[in-house]
């Protein structure tokens, strides 16, 4: 019996880590080879610094509740251990998860705004710039932007 209200008190608490890892954080879709070399030549417009997105990837949310967990798995005794095992890897989860949101709260990135060699406009979303500048000609390879 034990051991049943032990292995159910684990699923239990790995649902409610794995729920925490849900993210509806969407990134750009990546196009494959584009063979027409002016798609990816351009000019840069301007340069802007935006607040990143603050989505976090989960890391944070599955040690708390693992943590968690096995915190509370050292409390108690029969259903109050289960229990405190479930409650500890909730709660180490929602802990976990806020912790890692904060930290990724002060980032920020560059968007940077290239005008094409073919006339289309892109926005590209860099974590650092570099050397580049309004007026730069650049080449965007596999969704970064380098001088050239």
């Known amino acids: 019996m034990k051991r049943s209200t032990t292995f159910a008190a684990a ?15 969407q990134q750009p879709q990546q196009i494959g080879y584009i063979s027409n070399d002016s798609s990816t030549y351009g000019t840069i417009d ?4 935006v607040q990143a997105r603050s989505g976090g990837s989960g890391v944070g949310a599955v040690t708390g509740g693992l943590i968690g967990g096995l915190l509370g798995n050292q409390v108690g005794s ?16 929602v802990v976990g998860n806020n912790v890692e949101n904060n930290r990724n709260a002060g980032k920020q990135e560059y ?3 290239v005008r094409m060699d073919n006339g289309d406009t892109r926005i590209i ?5 570099y050397d580049l500048r309004v007026g730069n000609r650049v080449r965007l390879i596999d969704g970064r932007l380098y001088r050239y």
Do not use: F, M
Not at 46 to 49: F, H, K, L, W
Not at 78 to 93: K, P, Y
Not at 125 to 129: K, L, P, T, W
């Open 11 to 25: 699923i239990l608490a790995g649902a409610a880590v794995l729920s925490g890892c849900a993210s509806n954080n």
């Open 46 to 49: 301007a340069i802007t610094v």
């Open 111 to 113: 968007q940077i705004n």
């Open 78 to 93: 029969g259903g109050g251990r289960t229990a405190a095992t479930v409650a500890g890897a909730v709660g180490g989860a």
């Open 125 to 129: 979303n860099q974590d650092s710039v």
